[in-house]
């Protein structure tokens, strides 16, 4: 009895560190997913902010380059690290 729970055990070993690393994944794209909402809320949000108050447009345009480079950092390596093969639009 013991040997045929220890040969199932090992059987699903495998199965069950393959779920657990899809749902990392998982979990991983999500995050990135709110990060990128995130970073377009702000794009939105800081240049109107400036405008409202009246910062000179050259305030927006340093701001925008920011938050560019920001979102190029931030979501450059999730976009890269495709081993999957899914297309980008399956990503995001």
Do not use: Y
């Not at 190029?72 to 495709?82: A, G, H, K, R, W």
């Amino acid at each position: 009895m013991e040997n045929n729970k220890d040969q199932m055990l090992r059987a699903l070993d495998q199965t069950i560190e393959q779920k657990c690393f899809e749902l990392n994944k998982i979990h991983k794209e999500r995050i990135t997913k709110r990060l990128f909402f995130l970073g377009c809320a702000v794009f939105m949000l800081i240049p109107s902010l400036l405008a409202i108050f009246g910062v000179h447009f050259l305030g927006i345009f340093i701001a925008i380059a920011i938050l560019l480079v920001i979102g190029v950092i931030v979501l450059l390596p999730s976009l890269t690290n495709n081993q999957s093969g899914e297309s980008l639009h399956e990503i995001l």
